[in-house]
């Protein structure tokens, strides 16, 4: 089935540093979502994409719905321990769909 | 006042065992969703309800089987327990198909 392969995989970083993720795909997408989740819990809706081209921010986090529709990117500024967790994209594949395909997740580590 | 709550959270079973997972909303919301998160943490799509219809029915064994009661509940029944539906599985719910609200999962152990 469709799959949405997020890079990198895993990431450590120093606290301050920028973080750039990006996911990508061989279909098209309506709806780019960007999640987190934090160990024990589940996801938590960062930002949602509905255009291509659209870039949103949401504090120090900005994502970009990709022109061909096939790919965004999130990047997070100066980044802080509390930033780690597993950092989880989604596309919706049919304008009106109720599902969305999970990208493989990006595993952020900030050391202080 | 949580938004999407699943009880239990933690669930360990025997292997054959029949279990139910619960899992209720208060946002209003008209979509509710179950998915499996598996160890190496990918999340993917079981059932979909909307407005108390199943509208999403993945490739998942007959074994789970979803019901919902009304908009507000969605529960997920697993018969004869087997050692590779250990996983994480969480409750979701929309407002149409806009993005979800996850609850904080249930990690179900068979043993």
């Known amino acids: 089935g469709q799959q949405l392969n997020q890079s990198p995989q895993s990431m450590f970083i120093q606290e301050g540093e920028d973080v750039s993720m990006n996911c990508t795909s061989s279909s098209i997408f309506n709806t780019w979502l960007w999640y987190k989740q934090d160990p024990g819990e589940g996801p938590v809706l960062l930002i949602a994409?509905?255009?291509?081209?659209e870039l949103t921010s949401n504090g120090r986090l900005t994502a970009q719905f990709g022109i061909t529709r096939k790919d965004s990117f999130l990047n997070i500024s100066a980044s802080i321990p509390s930033d780690v967790g597993i950092y989880f994209c989604a596309g919706q594949l049919g304008r009106g769909t109720y599902k969305y395909i999970f990208g493989t997740g990006t595993r952020l580590k900030v050391l202080a | 006042d949580t938004a999407v709550s699943q009880t239990p959270k933690y669930l360990v079973t025997q292997m054959g065992n029949d279990k139910s997972i619960k899992c209720e909303q208060n946002l209003g919301h008209d979509t509710m969703y179950w998915y499996k998160q598996d160890s190496k943490k990918f999340l993917k799509i079981m059932f979909s309800y909307n407005n108390k219809e199943l509208i999403i029915n993945e490739t998942v064994p007959n074994r789970f089987s979803p019901k919902s009661p009304d908009k507000a509940h969605l529960n997920l029944h697993i018969n004869s327990l087997e050692l590779g539906d250990s996983a994480v599985y969480f409750c979701a719910s929309s407002r149409e198909w806009y993005g979800y609200t996850f609850g904080s999962g249930t990690r179900l152990t068979v043993v």
């Open positions: 994409l509905y255009k291509a081209g």
